[in-house]
C-alpha cells in the first residue's frame, strides 16, 4: 500500500472505530448516511483509492462507469451484495470486499427472535403493554402457536441458514432444506435435504428464507399456495425475494398464519399492510445490528480494503 492511500466513507462512523481507520487511510467521513450520486460528487473531487459503503447504497453499472480511474476497492459492510453491480465493478478492475462470517450468528439470532415474535404474536402484546396493560387477556384470548417441535423448511442452507438450522434443533424442529447444491454429510447432519423447493413447501410448518437476494422473487403466489395451513413465514434475507402482495393474501387467507420479517421490498418506507396485518411482527432490516457484529463487520470491510491496496486478495472478496 502507499504510504497514505485515501478512501471515502459513505456511512457516519463511532470516533473510536473512526481512529483506526484514520491510521490506516486518508479518510472522508460523512456525519450521515450519503446517496451514490454525493459519494461519486466527493470521489470525484478526493480521487480516493477505496470506498467503504453500506447496503442502502445501490452501485450499479451507471455508477460504476461515473467512478473515477483512481477507486480500486469498494467494501461493503454487508454480507450481501446485492446492491453492487460486481461485474461491472470487476470489469472496470473494481475488487469488491463484503463482510461474510462475522454475522452470521446475530442474523441467526434476529431469525429465531422473528419466528418467536411472529408465533406468539407479540407485536399485539407489545401493543397492550404500550397502552399501559389496562384488561388481562382471557385464558384463550391472544395465544399464538408452540415453535417447538414444528418442521422448518430453510431455503439457503449457507452459512446463516446452517447457524439458524443449529438454533432450530434446540427447540427440536426437524429441519428440511433446499439450496442449489446439497451439503456434504458432516453439514447436512439430520437435514433432509429436497432438490426441488415445490417439493419441499407442503412439509413446511415454519418456512425460512435465508438465501442471498439479486436472483428475482422466490416466493410467489403459487409457491405460498404449496405451505400447509397456518405456516410460519420467517425472512430475515432479502425483501427483494418475496412477492409481498401475494405475501399478504396468504396472511389473509390464514394459509399463512404469521409472518417475521426482518426485510422487505421497500427500505425504509416499507408497504405498511404488513404491519396492518395483525398475524406479522416485524423489524426495521437489524439482523446484524449488534456493536459486537457492527464492530467486525466494519473491521473486516476495512481490513478487505487495507489488503487490496496492498496487493493481497483477502478471503472476503465477492466473486461472480
Ligand atoms: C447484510 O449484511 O447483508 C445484512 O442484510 C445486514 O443486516
Same mark, same amino acid.
Given at each position: 500500500?502507499?504510504?497514505?492511500?485515501?478512501?471515502?466513507?459513505?456511512?457516519?462512523?463511532?470516533?473510536?472505530?473512526?481512529?483506526?481507520?484514520?491510521?490506516?487511510?486518508?479518510?472522508?467521513?460523512?456525519?450521515?448516511?450519503?446517496?451514490?450520486?454525493?459519494?461519486?460528487?466527493?470521489?470525484?473531487?478526493?480521487?480516493?483509492?477505496?470506498?467503504?459503503?453500506?447496503?442502502?447504497?445501490?452501485?450499479?453499472?451507471?455508477?460504476?462507469?461515473?467512478?473515477?480511474?483512481?477507486?480500486?476497492?469498494?467494501?461493503?459492510?454487508?454480507?450481501?451484495?446485492?446492491?453492487?453491480?460486481?461485474? !461491472?465493478?470487476? *470489469? #472496470? %478492475?473494481?475488487?469488491?470486499?463484503?463482510?461474510?462470517?462475522?454475522? =452470521?450468528?446475530?442474523? $441467526? @439470532?434476529?431469525?429465531?427472535?422473528?419466528?418467536?415474535?411472529?408465533?406468539?404474536?407479540?407485536?399485539?402484546?407489545?401493543?397492550?403493554?404500550?397502552?399501559?396493560?389496562?384488561?388481562?387477556?382471557?385464558?384463550?384470548?391472544?395465544?399464538?402457536?408452540?415453535?417447538?417441535?414444528?418442521?422448518?423448511?430453510?431455503?439457503?442452507?449457507?452459512?446463516?441458514?446452517?447457524?439458524? !438450522?443449529?438454533? *432450530? #434443533? %434446540?427447540?427440536?424442529?426437524?429441519?428440511?432444506?433446499?439450496?442449489? =447444491?446439497?451439503?456434504? $454429510? @458432516?453439514?447436512?447432519?439430520?437435514?433432509?435435504?429436497?432438490?426441488?423447493?415445490?417439493?419441499?413447501?407442503?412439509?413446511?410448518?415454519?418456512?425460512?428464507?435465508?438465501?442471498?437476494?439479486?436472483?428475482?422473487?422466490?416466493?410467489?403466489?403459487?409457491?405460498?399456495?404449496?405451505?400447509?395451513?397456518?405456516?410460519?413465514?420467517?425472512?430475515?434475507?432479502?425483501?427483494?425475494?418475496?412477492?409481498?402482495?401475494?405475501?399478504?393474501?396468504?396472511?389473509?387467507?390464514?394459509?399463512?398464519?404469521?409472518?417475521?420479517?426482518?426485510?422487505?421490498?421497500?427500505?425504509?418506507?416499507?408497504?405498511?399492510?404488513?404491519?396492518?396485518?395483525?398475524?406479522?411482527?416485524?423489524?426495521?432490516?437489524?439482523?446484524?445490528?449488534?456493536?459486537?457484529?457492527?464492530?467486525?463487520?466494519?473491521?473486516?470491510?476495512?481490513?478487505?480494503?487495507?489488503?487490496?491496496?496492498?496487493?493481497?486478495?483477502?478471503?472476503?472478496?465477492?466473486?461472480?
Amino acid at each position: 500500500m502507499t504510504a497514505r492511500a485515501s478512501i471515502i466513507a459513505s456511512l457516519p462512523i463511532p470516533p473510536d472505530l473512526r481512529d483506526r481507520i484514520e491510521a490506516l487511510f486518508d479518510y472522508v467521513a460523512p456525519d450521515r448516511h450519503l446517496r451514490t450520486d454525493e459519494v461519486i460528487a466527493l470521489a470525484d473531487l478526493h480521487q480516493p483509492d477505496g470506498l467503504l459503503v453500506s447496503l442502502g447504497m445501490p452501485i450499479r453499472a451507471e455508477h460504476i462507469a461515473r467512478l473515477p480511474g483512481s477507486v480500486k476497492v469498494i467494501a461493503t459492510t454487508s454480507v450481501g451484495h446485492d446492491h453492487i453491480d460486481i461485474a !461491472a465493478a470487476n *470489469a #472496470r %478492475g473494481i475488487v469488491v470486499c463484503n463482510t461474510p462470517d462475522v454475522l =452470521t450468528d446475530a442474523t $441467526a @439470532d434476529t431469525h429465531m427472535l422473528l419466528l418467536l415474535g411472529a408465533a406468539r404474536r407479540a407485536k399485539a402484546h407489545i401493543r397492550n403493554m404500550d397502552g399501559a396493560w389496562k384488561t388481562r387477556n382471557g385464558f384463550f384470548q391472544g395465544l399464538g402457536v408452540d415453535v417447538t417441535g414444528k418442521t422448518m423448511g430453510i431455503v439457503g442452507m449457507g452459512r446463516i441458514g446452517r447457524a439458524v !438450522a443449529d438454533r *432450530a #434443533r %434446540g427447540f427440536r424442529m426437524p429441519i428440511l432444506y433446499h439450496n442449489r =447444491t446439497r451439503l456434504s $454429510a @458432516d453439514l447436512e447432519g439430520d437435514a433432509r435435504y429436497f432438490e426441488a423447493l415445490e417439493e419441499m413447501l407442503p412439509h413446511c410448518q415454519v418456512l425460512s428464507l435465508n438465501l442471498p437476494g439479486g436472483q428475482g422473487v422466490l416466493m410467489t403466489r403459487e409457491r405460498f399456495a404449496l405451505l400447509p395451513k397456518g405456516a410460519i413465514f420467517v425472512n430475515s434475507a432479502r425483501g427483494s425475494l418475496v412477492d409481498e402482495d401475494a405475501l399478504l393474501e396468504a396472511l389473509t387467507s390464514g394459509r399463512v398464519g404469521a409472518a417475521g420479517l426482518d426485510v422487505f421490498q421497500r427500505e425504509p418506507g416499507y408497504d405498511t399492510r404488513l404491519n396492518d396485518a395483525e398475524n406479522t411482527f416485524l423489524l426495521p432490516h437489524i439482523g446484524s445490528a449488534t456493536v459486537e457484529t457492527r464492530t467486525a463487520m466494519l473491521e473486516l470491510a476495512v481490513g478487505g480494503i487495507e489488503a487490496v491496496l496492498s496487493g493481497n486478495t483477502p478471503h472476503n472478496v465477492v466473486r461472480v
